[in-house]
């Protein structure tokens, strides 16, 4: 079986998928992402592990945002203080969609870990904080087999799941997810896991 190893030592690192910061896009975001067999690493302080997913930051999109991910047998793992571990997931903060958020993810036999104080691991996920969507947000998660794992003070492990914080949305939220044979956990005071749910602040 062919393994493919990628690790770094820094800040970020990218696996199919799309991240951009202070950007204004005209038009839709689409990611298409079909991972088999694979490891995403990240450590380091702030370290990010994205595998299939697509992360946003004050930015402006005019369009809507499509992300679709297939993970199989593969591993996304981030490690350091405020480490996040992205798998098959939309985050947004401090944005804006003109558009709808649609996320499908089919994950089968990963995990995806983040450690270290206030360390974020999403798994099939949307979430938001200080944003606004003019259209709908759907989150679609298909995940079996699999672990999502974060550790630390203030960890929050999400699962098929849409959180959402201090965000405006105009349409409908929609989560649907099946999840089968699949552990999400959270580890650390005041740590948070939530697993095919919707939770708003």
Known sequence: MKK?????????????????AESTVSGK??????????????????AK??????????????????????????????????AKANMGSVTMKDSSVSGKVVNKAHVKQSANIAIGENAKAN???VTMKDSNVSGKVVNKADIKESANISYGKGATANMGAVTM??????????????????????I??????????????
């Open 188 to 201: 650390g005071d005041k740590s948070k896991a939530n697993m095919g749910s919707v939770t708003t602040e």
């Open 123 to 125: 798994m099939g996920s």
């Open 165 to 186: 914080k201090d965000t405006n949305v105009s349409g409908k939220i929609i989560n649907k997810a099946d999840v089968k044979k699949s552990a999400n956990i959270a």
């Open 49 to 82: 592990a994205n595998m299939g997913s697509v992360t946003m930051k004050d930015s402006s999109v005019s369009g809507k945002v499509v992300n679709k991910a297939d993970i199989k047998e593969s591993a996304n793992i981030a490690i350091g203080e405020n």
């Open 4 to 20: 493919v190893i990628i690790m770094v030592i820094g800040v970020l690192f990218l696996t199919a998928s799309v991240s951009f």
């Open 29 to 46: 975001v689409i990611n298409k992402a079909d991972v088999k067999e694979s490891a995403n690493i990240a450590i380091g302080e702030n």
